[in-house]
């Protein structure tokens, strides 16, 4: 995969890969004109005003998949078939994202907001108690759902997520990811389509001075009845602190903490075996129960 060496005001940073600031894989050049296609297997559902694009796989107790802000369900892409020997698997793309639609294209994007679309979503399915998955902002919203209805939740494992965005995040997004740079670099177009595109890459500049979203208190993880895994990289621009919190305050709480993991700590050669690994072990019930 291509690298690239970003130079800012404060200097060189280091190399990121070339989809940059939140996560992920790279597409081909032949999906460079258009948003992603939707699957044979895929499905829209209206959702507070959205039309949601989801695909299901495997049969069993429902795992949910969230990707992470500017990205699709694609990610999960390398996943799902592993998940899918003893689960039911439910992908989507978030509001606004790839196939799925936003009524609300102003700048603020709010993940409460769409913590209410996955929690209506579940209601729809008919889903009852689920196991989830969520990277970066998918974290986020998994984070707000699980304080919104706990007895909803029977596993979560929040991935890079965040409880507020802190000042380092917000320098981060200041400098890295003006419009243009972000919806070049994370191949917005390839994803979402030009207009979609631009609009998510507006949203996520914006979370450099968005106030009060995400607003997860510590009396709020508190709330969070299912079991956890917090998985975060060691050199994350989130710093793990907000990881250490996370673990701190939600009771039933295991930190993974990845060696070299950045923000996906879930992807690369050696990481996604053993994400799946030991995402699985968890899932199962496999992990040491946590000792106070």
């Known amino acids: 995969m291509e690298q690239i060496k970003i130079t800012t005001s404060a200097g060189p940073i280091k190399s990121l890969w070339v989809l940059l600031f939140v996560l992920s894989v790279s597409f081909p050049a032949s999906t460079l004109l258009a948003q992603v296609k ?8 209206e959702v507070n ?3 949601i694009y989801y695909e299901e796989y ?3 107790e429902p795992l949910i998949l969230l990707h992470g802000f500017g990205r699709t369900l694609e990610d999960w892409r390398p996943f799902i078939s592993e998940y899918a020997r003893t689960y039911r698997v439910i992908a989507w793309d978030m509001r606004g994202h790839g196939r799925s639609s936003n009524p609300d294209t102003g700048v603020a994007f709010l993940h409460k907001v769409a913590a209410k679309d996955l929690l209506l979503l579940m209601e729809k399915l008919k889903l009852g108690k689920v196991s989830a998955i969520g990277h970066s902002s998918g974290g986020i919203l998994l984070l707000y759902a699980a304080t919104i209805e706990p007895g909803r939740f029977v596993n979560i494992i929040p991935v890079s997520a ?4 802190g000042p380092e995040v917000r320098s981060f997004i200041s400098q890295n990811a003006k419009p243009e740079d972000y919806m070049k670099f994370n191949e917005m177009e390839a994803q979402h389509g030009k207009e979609k595109g631009m609009i998510l890459a507006r949203q ?3 979370f450099h001075e968005l106030k009060g979203d995400p607003d997860i208190r510590d009396e709020d993880l508190k709330k969070i009845s299912a079991h956890t895994l917090v998985v975060h990289g060691d050199n994350d621009f989130v710093p793990v602190s907000q990881a250490w919190e996370m673990f701190r305050h939600i009771s039933s709480a295991h930190l993974w903490v990845v060696p070299n993991g950045w923000h996906m700590p879930h992807l690369g050669k050696s990481n996604t075996p053993d994400f799946i690994r030991q995402t699985t072990a968890f899932l199962h019930g496999d992990w040491n129960p946590r000792q106070e």
Do not use: R, S, V
């Open 49 to 51: 005003g959205a039309n």
């Open 58 to 60: 495997g049969q069993g």
């Open 162 to 165: 965040q409880t507020f965005f």
């Open 38 to 45: 939707a699957n044979p297997n895929g499905h829209f559902m």
């Open 204 to 206: 996520f500049y914006h």
